[in-house]
């Protein structure tokens, strides 16, 4: 065994720094107050990454889950590495947002949309960095080829 090796079944710790909130129509990130400080200067990017927990997904049966047979889009069966799936061993989410308004003081990002839940809770955030978070030439599985190219600019919302 490598000297870093993990075993199976080590255990993180994982608290949010903050929740999802959906108010009169508008998503915002409602940061707890030990992290507002966190929130310094991320006012100068146009995007934030923010990585999410899927807290309706945290069950037993869920987190076993390993590979889905059958998508609500045409594919075949994927592994959910392959997929944005929300049952999955650590149900993480992520979401690339355009930010609308950042109030640091007050602990608050408005974001243009995210398609997470009121109360969902927040894990971390990451101002967007281009020569970071972009590939230029990326290759996609044919079932997904035909979505679009960008991020629309409205953000990625809830289905209807």
């Known amino acids: 065994m490598r000297k870093n090796a993990r075993k199976a079944g080590e255990t993180y710790e994982v608290s949010p720094v903050g929740y999802v909130r959906r108010e009169d129509g ?9 992290y507002v400080r966190a929130l310094e200067e991320l006012e100068h990017f146009s995007h934030v990454q923010i990585l999410w927990w899927f807290s309706a997904c945290g069950d037993r ?3 076993a889950t390993i590979q889905f047979d059958e998508m609500p889009f045409d594919a075949p069966p994927l592994g959910v590495f ?19 308004a950042v109030d ?7 974001v ?14 990451k101002g967007y960095l281009p020569h970071c978070d972009r590939v230029k030439t990326p290759d996609v ?19 209807d």
């Open 26 to 34: 508008r998503a915002v990130l409602e940061i707890l107050p030990a």
């Open 61 to 63: 049966e869920s987190r």
């Open 82 to 100: 392959a997929c944005r799936a929300p049952k999955r061993p650590n149900p993480i989410g992520l979401t690339t947002a355009r930010m609308t």
């Open 104 to 110: 640091a003081e007050a602990g608050r990002v408005e």
């Open 112 to 125: 243009a949309d995210i398609d997470a839940f009121d109360g969902t809770p927040i894990l971390d955030l």
């Open 141 to 159: 599985p044919e079932w997904a080829s035909h979505w679009p190219e960008w991020l629309p600019e409205e953000g990625l919302g809830l289905p």
